[in-house]
């Protein structure tokens, strides 16, 4: 493929990156061990070309060309005895997604393969897969991520069509994972967490403040509503509705110019402070300092005394 240098021109290992937060995509091409340390980040490895060991903390197996690897944030993994390989890699913010709700809460295989930890927050057994993919959808992933590159190299990471794009790979991979991992590769999602799930979504967006004891409770009782979302989350509806409010504050710092100020009003919070305090503690930097880092740069905005 025009994409990668000629095999013959390897000497070294080459990195080459594409595009820029909230999404980044990497070409490897290794002809020696090579060390991917633990990230705060989804990652998406897909072997493009050759052979190697492929060594985790869980041990060491052989990846040979066409097989995918799905690392979620804290685990490092390392390429042992490569012969010419090549490698593509996809890292992605998941706040940048949380507008993709209704896609990603109706596809378990996605949420079980990206959103585990980074989604919920919740740590769970699963934190990397590695799966073979079909001749055919070998191919679709291969052009996929080709297609993504393009969008990337035209610095089109901030449009819409390029969430679209990553949203593919995920849907292609999910469909690979679900025929090929012989693990769980679905997330269970019970009808009364799916209940409560998509009430916290709608106050959300109605920037209302959340409160269970208000909530339709959809025809199940209050208990089973608790456990079944206990069970699949790990937290409160009170926590999780509080972060994914945090996340719908991060997709708009990384995609508009709205201030922070603007962003906390819309969203329901009563005062840019208590905003700031609970994005900090999700994220560990205040919105202004998250957008300088990953999204649009804050525009300054000069206001007349009296408007």
Request: proline letters at 5%; a negative charge; one cysteine or more.
């Amino acid at each position: 493929m025009a994409l990668f240098f000629k095999k013959s021109g390897i000497a070294e290992n080459r990195i080459e990156n594409s595009g820029r937060w909230p999404v980044r995509l990497t070409q490897f091409q290794l002809i020696d061990d090579y060390e991917f340390p633990a990230t705060n980040f989804p990652e998406i490895f897909f072997v493009q070309e050759g052979n190697f060991l492929h060594e985790t903390e869980a041990g060491t197996q052989a990846v040979r060309e066409g097989v995918a690897m799905m690392v979620n944030p804290g685990h490092r993994h390392t390429v042992k005895q490569p012969d010419e390989v090549v490698i593509t890699r996809v890292r992605f913010l998941p706040e940048w997604l949380a507008k993709e709700y209704e896609i990603i809460m109706r596809s378990p295989d996605v949420l079980s393969l990206f959103f585990d930890q980074s989604w919920f927050r919740h740590p769970r057994d699963e934190n990397l897969h590695v799966f073979t993919t079909r001749g055919d959808g070998a191919s679709r992933v291969r052009s996929e991520l080709e297609y993504l590159r393009g969008l990337l190299r035209d610095k089109r990471h901030l449009e819409p069509i390029t969430r679209v794009s990553v949203l593919k790979l995920m849907m292609l991979l999910a469909d690979e994972y679900r025929r090929f991992w012989r693990g769980v590769s679905e997330i269970e999602i019970l009808p009364e967490a799916a209940h409560a799930l998509d009430e916290i979504e709608d106050c959300i967006h109605r920037a209302e403040p959340f409160d269970p004891t208000a909530m339709s409770r959809g025809g199940f009782e209050k208990r089973a509503i608790e456990q079944a979302f206990g069970e699949l989350t790990g937290m409160t509806m009170v926590d999780y509705a509080q972060r994914r409010r945090v996340f719908h504050a991060a997709s708009h710092l990384l995609t508009t110019h709205e201030e922070p100020r603007r962003i906390s009003k819309a969203l329901g919070w009563a005062t840019t402070g208590e905003f700031t305090k609970q994005f900090e503690a999700v994220f560990d930097i205040p919105p202004s300092v998250y957008r300088e880092k990953f999204g649009v740069p804050a525009e300054k905005v000069t206001e007349v005394e009296g408007e």
